[in-house]
T-cell receptor
């Protein structure tokens, strides 16, 4: 069963616009991570936010975490065509089962 | 550092054949895992290892075996291939279960 679910499933924007993707999860977590996957490639780690953090930045990326709502958002500012990829959230649940559970991803298309 | 390497990149098997997907990492990571990625399903964990000699099952372990004799290598064995195992397989490694995972480029497997 999926722990994290991304929303929307697909997002299409123009270069320069901001892109926001959301992730909801079901059980308490230790941390939440966001990954990017370009077509036909492996996943690349973007950012990790721990359960006691509310916001984290990395370059043009901003991640928020609301543990009371069991949700996170990934904001990409000033999108570029090179940001076209699928984005996945992954959660490390608090139960001690030491694995990450991935959502199904948001497919982002940034048009020039 | 080569990071996480996987071989082969592509493989076609006939039903009932067996094979081993190779995975190696040169980052001295204790934690390694195997995922499969199917369209619309996200990534699902097959098996993982928290160190040499220690392995455990993930969400979809049936039909697969793993072993971890060294820190560097984590091969995935398909015992008797079935068409349902047609998928893209990713190996990943990390310092620990709650840190960023580094993914290999994937193996695209087709079972006829």
């Amino acid at each position: 069963s999926q722990q994290g679910e991304e929303d929307p499933q697909a997002l299409s924007i123009q270069e320069g616009e901001n892109a926001t993707m959301n992730c909801s999860y079901k059980t308490s977590i230790n941390n939440l991570q966001w990954y990017r996957q370009n077509s036909g490639r492996g996943l690349v780690h973007l950012i990790l936010i721990r359960s006691n953090e509310r916001e984290k930045h990395s370059g043009r990326l901003r991640v928020t975490l609301d543990t009371s709502k069991k949700s996170s958002s990934l904001l990409i500012t000033a999108s570029r065509a090179a940001d076209t990829a699928s984005y996945f959230c992954a959660t490390d649940v608090e139960s001690g089962y030491s694995t990450l559970t991935f959502g199904k991803g948001t497919m982002l298309l940034v048009s020039p | 550092n080569a990071g996480v390497t996987q071989t082969p990149k592509f493989q076609v098997l006939k039903t009932g054949q067996s094979m081993t997907l190779q995975c190696a990492q040169d980052m001295n990571h204790e934690y390694m895992s195997w995922y499969r990625q199917d369209p619309g399903m996200g990534l699902r964990l097959i098996h993982y290892s928290v160190g040499a000699g220690i392995t455990d099952q993930g969400e979809v372990p049936n039909g697969y075996n793993v072993s971890r004799s060294t820190t560097e290598d984590f091969p995935l064995r398909l015992l008797s291939a079935a068409p349902s195992q047609t998928s893209v397989y990713f190996c990943a490694s990390s310092r620990s279960s709650d840190s960023a995972q580094y993914f290999g480029p994937g193996t695209r497997l087709t079972v006829l």
